[in-house]
């Protein structure tokens, strides 16, 4: 069974690493630029992605506002969110968490890293 991602980052580079990290664990990925680009690719999306890996700071909307959108929408009820940003303050981390998202991870981050939380997440199975 494939599993679905969607990368969201205003940073090619960023969505281009994303990409590869999780691409390795067999997810097939989509990519959105801002968090409105991100929910006309959920709109258009059959099936609906698993997993969306979403920074916060982002243009015309971030990552908490796109995370609220899909929180408010039944359609996306089983969506895991996970943040992953630079935004590094405990009030940040709470206000995200608070609104929906599943986990939080600080950049930079190692491929390790971003393993540790899919597998926290129960996307994927490490080390069997």
């Given amino acids: 069974m494939t599993v ?14 994303l990409r590869r990290i999780v691409g390795q ?7 959105a630029g801002n968090g409105r680009e991100a ?20 243009p015309e909307m971030n990552g908490l506002e796109f995370i609220q959108a899909v929180r408010k929408d039944s359609r996306y009820t089983r969506l895991t969110l996970l943040m992953v940003t630079t935004e590094s303050e405990q009030s940040q981390i709470v206000r995200a968490l608070a609104a929906g998202a599943h986990e939080y991870l600080i950049k930079p981050f190692t491929a390790d890293a971003v393993a540790e ?12």
Avoid at 25 to 31: K, P, Q, Y
């Fill in 117 to 128: 939380k899919l597998e926290l997440l129960g996307l994927i199975t490490v080390g069997v």
């Fill in 4 to 17: 679905h991602a969607i990368v969201i980052d205003d940073s090619s580079a960023m969505r281009r690493i």
């Fill in 39 to 58: 929910l006309d690719v959920l709109a258009a999306s059959d099936p609906v992605p698993e997993l969306a890996l979403i920074d916060w700071n982002m």
């Fill in 25 to 31: 664990f067999g997810f097939e990925v989509c990519e």
